[in-house]
């Protein structure tokens, strides 16, 4: 087993980055935050802080050959992701795999690979390179669609279409949220679902693969709003959903937690989507489960044992959105949020705001997810982002 301190590189320093810095903090890790900009959430609590374009190859290739790092953890979706492969071999681990990295930033690749090579049951796609085809493709799916940029995140470019007369506000709106170069979209049929589920999936170096209990969430305009665990399903539903979830992860390989997205619609689990890394809607497990999403990610890729995952008898999260653009931010109501038992109030610390944008988290636990949704409604409902101070 290799000592530590252990030296961790994030690629991406967003609020989810933040937790895994924390995690790796706790376990005595040096890390070091990487993103676009500075003062991201990470960068509050790692050792280094680095500001690089995330998309410039040769940018990623020095930063991450000048500190060396044990194992490089790709926290975004916005990656020069072919440098990770030259990284890799280097000898340089990236988390999962540098290809495990590049297949699921592109909706295209992973949906191909599950529904394709592995047989896993998707909702009906076609893909489109111009506003033509979309329409010569969405037709025959029945409406309404879902649009989506194959490379995009938090939902950006996402809508629902009735009729084929709105494909082509879709098709720029597809366009204005697409990260990268890409001028595809892949079309969906909308799939009438009873519920949206993440399943997180632990991959380990040397153990079997584990599973935390399934988490319901809800998304508007394809990011999501709040979360639950765990999600009532039948026994038939999450052997299903297990058994798919551990086909796609070994194919992709590497070790780490993986955020496996299913829709159930009636009996039948269906593939959504992956993240090979912790998931937003997992925010929940900071007060729901004895490890949270992130201490399993760091244990897996460190190669540490995880005897046990236990879980609350019920547990929520409900987002605190900013409303208007604010380059400096501030909270009201904090206080207010924080009168119930078994609550807690997560502000990520991102330093400017956009009507939309996450900025912190309410988490509840509760004799039932009523109960605890409840509790995370009201918490984050107290909390009001305001401008803060630009004083220097």
């Keep these: 087993m290799p000592s530590f301190p252990r030296t961790v590189m994030l690629l991406g320093s967003g609020e989810l980055g933040k937790e895994v810095a924390i995690a790796a903090q706790r376990l005595g890790c040096r890390v070091i935050a990487c993103d676009r900009y500075a003062a991201a959430p990470a960068m509050h609590v790692a050792d280094v802080a680095e500001v690089l374009p995330m998309t410039d190859a040769d940018a990623l290739l020095e930063v991450v050959r000048r500190h060396q790092p044990d194992v490089v953890i790709p926290e975004i979706e916005a990656l020069a992701v072919h440098a990770l492969a030259e990284l890799e071999q280097e000898g340089i681990t990236v988390i999962p795999t540098a290809r ?3 297949v699921t930033m592109n909706r295209d690749r992973i949906r191909d690979l599950a529904a394709g090579e592995l047989g896993l049951r998707t909702a009906r796609f076609a893909y489109a390179s111009n506003a033509e085809e979309l329409t010569a493709v969405a037709e025959p799916l029945g409406w309404p669609v879902v649009v989506k940029p194959v490379m995009s995140s938090s939902g950006k470019g996402q809508s629902v279409v009735t009729c084929a007369d709105d494909l082509p506000k879709a098709w720029e709106a597809a366009m204005a949220g697409a990260r990268g170069t890409s001028t595809q979209v892949i079309v969906e049929e909308f799939l009438h679902f009873d519920l949206e589920i993440t399943l997180l999936t632990i991959r380990q170096r040397n153990g079997e693969t584990l599973f935390c209990a399934p988490i319901g969430h809800e998304q508007e305009g394809g990011d999501y709003q709040c979360s639950w665990q765990p999600a009532q399903l039948s026994d038939q539903q999450l052997r299903q959903a297990q058994a798919m979830a551990k086909t796609v992860t070994d194919n992709l390989g590497g070790a780490g ?72 931010v501030a909270f009201e109501g904090v206080e207010q949020a924080l009168t119930e038992a078994d609550t807690q109030v997560l502000l990520f610390g991102k330093p400017t705001a956009r009507p939309g944008r996450r900025m912190g988290v309410a988490l509840a636990r509760g004799g039932d997810r009523k109960e605890a949704q409840a509790k995370a409604d009201r918490a984050a409902a107290c909390v009001t982002v305001i401008p803060g101070s630009t004083a220097a």
Aim: glycine share 6%.
């Design 257 to 328: 937690l993986f955020g496996v997205e299913f829709f159930l619609c009636g009996d039948e689990v269906i593939f959504s989507e992956l993240s090979p890394r912790p998931h937003d809607t997992g925010l929940v497990t900071l007060i729901s489960q004895n490890l949270s999403e992130f201490e399993l990610h760091l244990r897996a890729v460190l190669g540490l044992p995880i005897p046990t995952i236990t879980a609350a008898d019920a547990a929520a999260s409900r987002v605190i959105l900013a409303q208007t653009n604010m380059d400096s």
């Design 100 to 102: 495990a990295t590049a």
